[in-house]
């Protein structure tokens, strides 16, 4: 779902899905997941830099997220 036309968000993307994040011309994935196998591509980190995407995950627990979860999100969107 477009925010912005810089900015969008999505659930877990598949790869496919990936690729074409990367031909739509987006530069950056920001994965706030937690690393569960049951829903995770394996290898994301690498498989996004391999389409010349910058990667930064912040595994976030939405029950419970931290001022640190935050934090690191606020760096990673205005570097």
């Known amino acids: 779902m477009s925010i912005t036309p810089n900015l969008a968000t999505s ?3 598949s790869e496919s899905q990936l690729h074409e994040i990367a031909n ?3 530069e950056v994935i ?3 997941g937690l690393d569960d196998p049951k829903y995770c591509l394996s290898n994301k980190e690498g498989l996004v830099q391999s389409m010349g995407l910058e990667y930064h995950h912040i595994p976030v ?5 931290t001022l640190e979860n935050l934090q690191h999100f606020f760096s990673v969107m205005d570097p």
């Open 61 to 65: 627990s939405f029950q419970t997220p």
């Open 30 to 32: 920001v994965n706030l």
């Open 24 to 26: 739509i011309g987006f």
């Open 11 to 13: 659930g877990q993307p």
